[in-house]
């Protein structure tokens, strides 16, 4: 009887060791996968904001801020899955938590700053007056008085115009600014300069210059909701960094516009 005991007993404490041990394996095993997930970033970006966010000719998300937001990603060994929304509904989507992170050529302003964090910029652009190569009466920003010139009327570079005393034809984007101003039914356009080098990166031949100016300079960065930990975004900018002085950020400009819009 004493025998038996001794033998369910044992079987008992057996059991209940391996239980134990099955326990803590699976609380292991659940650690390190919520571990893993958390290394990842839920990206908010248009897909339709060509040439940083779109989709190529086979479908495939593409662009100059994906370039970016994935070479980040890379350094710092974190998982990445983009998210395409509308302009209109990229902040409301940061604000719910459906994504943490935009990547969207989102500019740093005072207002933006005041709701959300950002990384260190990775673009820099500055405004230039884009005019037909043979203008010789429009030489700077301050020439434009009394000319028309194609804008967007509620823009900063339609409010830009507009102080320099400029004429102005409403258009809806950059790209029919452009075609206004190759067909000679407008003076010139005001826009930033990465939209001219993307332009003339696709139109090498077209018979356009821009004029450099001390106006509307901008930065774009990474965008983070104020509840986003600080850790995170200082090693977002410990990557960003790194691939500032490695080359890699100038090697992705490159690649897109023929210059190094990465650093001021």
Known sequence: MKKTLLTILTLILVVGLAACGNGNSDNKDSKNKTASESKKFVVGTEGTYAPFSFHDKKDKLTGYDIDVMKAVAKEMNYKVEFKETQWDSMFAGLDSGRFNVIA????INSDRKAKYKFSEPYT???????????????KTFDDVKGKNLAQT???????LAKSKGAEMTKVDGFNQAMDLLQSNRVDGTFNDNISYLDYKKQKPNAKVK???????????????NKKEDDATIKKVNKAMKKLKDNGELAKISKKWFGED???S
């Open 124 to 138: 820099y652009s500055k405004a230039v007056l884009v005019v037909n190569k043979n203008n010789k009466d429009i």
């Open 153 to 159: 009327f509620t823009s900063n570079y339609g409010k």
């Open 261 to 263: 819009v990465s650093k």
């Open 104 to 107: 969207n050529q989102v500019g």
């Open 210 to 224: 821009a004029i450099e100016g001390n106006a509307e300079k901008s930065q774009s960065a990474l965008t983070f």
